[in-house]
């Protein structure tokens, strides 16, 4: 059984950062494909950012310049530092894992943490 939780979630002002944090236990972390995805009230799950075992890296326009995600395999850990954050960004922030290459659809991803809430104010 895989688990992910995620933790740093928090309110902060535009213009702040945060960094998120997702704890994998269960599986053989360093193989496989790690995600970020965020859900804003009313609207869908959206991808975010990725990091694939070989340390290739996908972004959403959106967050690209703003958002490094990066992983500690020694830690079985995946981060998302977001600086110069926006109103927009206001989600809850979902750490995922994928056995698949980079994806960007929620679908590719077969297990997920809780969701970490982070909210922007302006």
């Known amino acids: 059984q895989v688990q992910l939780v995620e933790s740093g979630g928090g309110l902060v002002q535009a213009g702040g950062s945060l960094r998120l944090s997702c704890a994998a236990s269960g599986r053989t972390f360093g193989t496989y494909t790690m995600g970020w995805f965020r859900q804003a009230p009313g609207k869908e799950r959206e991808f975010v950012a990725a990091l694939s075992w070989r340390r290739s890296t996908n972004y959403t326009d959106a967050v690209k310049g703003r958002f490094t995600i990066s992983r500690d395999n020694a830690k079985n850990t995946v981060y998302l530092d977001m600086n110069s954050l926006k109103p927009e960004d206001t989600a809850v922030y979902y750490c995922?894992?994928?056995?698949?290459?980079?994806?960007?659809?929620?679908?590719?991803?077969?297990?997920w943490g809780q969701g970490t809430q982070v909210t922007v104010s302006s």
């Open positions: 995922a894992s994928s056995a698949l290459g980079i994806g960007l659809r929620p679908s590719g991803y077969d297990y």
